[in-house]
């Protein structure tokens, strides 16, 4: 009985060793198998330090490949607070160089943390203050790279375009719209340190960024830089409140251009106020059109064929009544008898009034929003308002009327634009859009691309043409004769709207306009300028804006390689109006012959000889008869 009684008990025993060791075996099992990758990765965090390297942000280019915006490469500060041996004298360094207070930077230098960045005084540093810190060689104190926003034009494009805060995120226009695209992957160094944070001598593993991907805009740099100079060319002469153009494909919806006045440099966007930087005004301002608007109405009135433009009569007297409402012509007296392709051409808005009670407020309104009036044009711009149109129920015979030439209503340039596009280019609407296509950056293969968007039909291909014929006679016979170029199918608008204040019109304060074509015959591009109260001027949308179109057409015609065609219409004159001729090729000719040949220029010469070696400007440039052509003489 004994004996069996130990026997149990050895049993018990043996058996409760080996469910243990069995236990034990299945613990190590369990770790090395199942769970060695996580416990590997714990131990690795306790004892591993990632030296982080910033992925650079993705490039943004125009059309035609420019950088319109990249990065530089900097660095930046990090301590490992348990290498730092002098606490004090790191402290009283770094605060020296990076202008910063002791208190500040001791914080910095122990406070209990594997890596600390001294931000933002030690963020995107110059090359100088760099170098000063690499060279103390204090401990634990690390110089990493960072990559800072660069724009290499400045100011071009700034409100479309945007700009990044100090971690390179985006946070405005098209770097903030494009953020997940444009931000890419950070990566690092990683090293191994004891328990102290001493760097062990142990291999170091790099981990390589992930740059962003890179955007392709519809921008012409080319055609972008001709419209900023000609809007600072503006600001100068006339002191706006604003000043904006656009340029776009009318077959596409591509806007080739783009920008406004007041405008920011991005890379120094903390100088400016929310307002600057924030207010895209080409997609973001509303106001009242006025006469670019009648290009709707012109439209609208041919497609219902409520108008025979060369045949139908109507006589101007100064002005008309509307339910009481005296509605006056800009000329004093008005036109007298016309055709309303002379309405056309006088931009006559009693005549514009009388198409807008033929077609009634139900067409009139439905070609309005057809067209896009009324409702954002889906533009890939952030900011973009929708403007106001009547409500249908509210409109009266004097609604009606102010609408029809471009009073009352509120619209955006980009509506305007977009609109006047779809009525040139054969009657099709498109989405106007900025960013062409998104690409990776190592391969350049398309993972994102933007392609012409049909939103309706709207007018046929003959009232189109008819349309087409009337701006033309617009820019060669009547209120746009300013944006005339020789030997150039240019189609346009005029527009001069009075400012509305706390529901009042307000005096000498206008928004004059130029809605531009070419060639009207085939159009390749539109082109919209208007400039907001323009000071020591008359201001009409004839004298200001046309030119300054004009100026940005003659650049747009060289970059685009446009030819000069026949069958357009010869302008018309009247006594107050430039003439333009072509300069001719003199170099060669002997002074004499030289002269008489530039009969209708201002001559200059210099040097000495009789024979011309020189000429500026150069031979078949056009230029104001009358302008000074300088002629250098050699033998």
Same mark, same amino acid.
């Given at each position: ?68 915006? /990249? ?50 005084? *030690? ?60 931000? *890419? ?163 006559? !808005? ?15 309104? /439905? ?12 533009? @890939? ?13 509210? $409109? ?115 928004? $004059? /306009? ?6 009207? !015959? ?10 907001? !109260? ?20 003659? @650049? ?80």
């Amino acid at each position: 009985m004994f004996y069996k009684n130990i026997h149990i008990r050895i049993n018990i025993i043996f058996s409760v060793f080996l469910l243990c060791f069995i236990l034990i075996i299945g613990k190590v099992f369990y770790i090395q198998v199942y769970s060695y990758e996580k416990l590997n990765s714990n131990a690795e965090d306790l004892w591993s330090r990632n030296l982080p390297i910033e992925a650079d942000r993705g490039n943004i280019f125009d059309r035609n490949g420019i950088k319109l915006a /990249s990065n530089i490469t900097t660095t930046s500060v990090v301590i490992i607070p348990n290498q730092v041996t002098n606490p004090e004298k790191v402290s009283e360094k770094l605060s020296a160089i990076l202008n910063t207070s002791y208190e500040d930077m001791y914080k910095h230098v122990t406070k209990k943390t594997s890596i600390e960045r001294i931000h933002p005084e *030690g963020r995107r540093l110059s090359y100088e203050i760099a170098d000063k810190i690499n060279n103390l060689k204090l401990d634990g104190v690390y110089l990493v790279k960072e990559s800072k926003r660069y724009y290499p034009y400045g100011s071009l494009l700034s409100h479309s375009l945007g700009f990044v805060g100090i971690d390179n995120q985006g946070l405005s226009g098209l770097e903030l719209m494009y953020d997940k695209y444009l931000t *890419g992957e950070s990566g690092a160094i990683k090293y191994f340190s004891d328990a102290k944070g001493n760097r062990l001598d142990l291999i170091e593993t790099y981990e390589q960024p992930q740059d962003g991907m890179d955007i392709t805009l519809t921008i012409n740099y080319e055609i972008q830089n001709a419209l900023e100079r000609e809007l600072n060319n503006a600001v100068n002469k006339y002191n706006p409140d604003h000043a904006l153009g656009i340029v776009m494909d009318p077959n596409t919806g591509e806007i080739l251009a783009l920008a406004s006045r007041p405008d920011f440099e991005p890379s120094n966007y903390q100088n400016y106020t929310v307002e600057e930087i924030n207010r895209n005004l080409p997609v973001w301002m509303t106001y009242e059109p006025g006469s670019t608007f009648k290009v709707i109405t012109l439209a609208a009135s041919l497609e219902e064929k409520i108008v025979d433009l060369d045949k139908d009569m109507y006589h101007d007297s100064g002005a008309i009544n509307v339910e009481g409402a005296r509605i006056k012509c800009w000329k004093s007296g008005g036109h007298g008898t016309q055709t309303f392709m002379e309405v056309v051409q006088n931009s006559c !808005n009693p005549g514009f009034v009388i198409l807008g009670q033929r077609l009634g407020k139900e067409k009139l309104f /439905s070609y309005i929003k057809k067209l896009g009036f009324g409702s954002k044009t889906g533009v @890939d711009l952030n900011g973009e308002s929708t403007g106001i149109i009547f409500n249908l129920d509210n $409109v009266g015979p004097v609604e009606l009327a102010t609408t029809a030439f471009g009073q009352g209503v509120s619209v955006t340039p980009i509506q305007q634009i977009t609109a006047v596009s779809a009525i040139v280019n054969g009657g099709t609407l498109y989405k106007p859009y900025i960013v062409k296509s998104v690409s990776e950056p190592e391969t350049g293969s398309v993972i994102l691309e933007n392609k012409p968007q049909i939103v309706r039909k709207v007018i046929s291909e003959d009232t189109s043409l008819k349309v087409r014929e009337a701006l033309e006679n617009v820019v060669s016979l009547g209120s746009g004769r300013s944006a005339y170029i020789e030997g150039y199918r240019i189609g346009g608008k005029t527009g001069t709207a009075q400012k509305v204040e706390n529901g009042k019109y307000l005096y000498g304060n206008y928004i $004059v /306009s130029f809605m531009g074509v070419m060639p009207s !015959n085939n159009p390749k591009v539109v082109v919209y300028i208007a400039i907001d !109260n323009a000071k020591g001027a008359t201001q009409y949308g004839g004298t200001i804006a046309a030119p300054i179109a004009r100026s940005l057409l003659l @650049d747009i015609i060289d970059i685009l390689d446009i030819k000069k065609e026949a069958g357009g219409k010869n302008k018309n004159y009247n006594y107050y109006d430039k003439r333009f001729t072509t300069v001719p090729n003199v170099i060669g000719m002997e002074k004499k012959e030289a002269i008489k040949l530039l009969k209708n220029l201002k001559v200059e010469f210099s040097g000495s000889g009789n024979k011309v070696i020189y000429q500026s400007p150069s031979a078949y440039t056009t230029i104001y008869e009358g302008d000074t052509i300088k002629l250098m003489l050699g033998n």
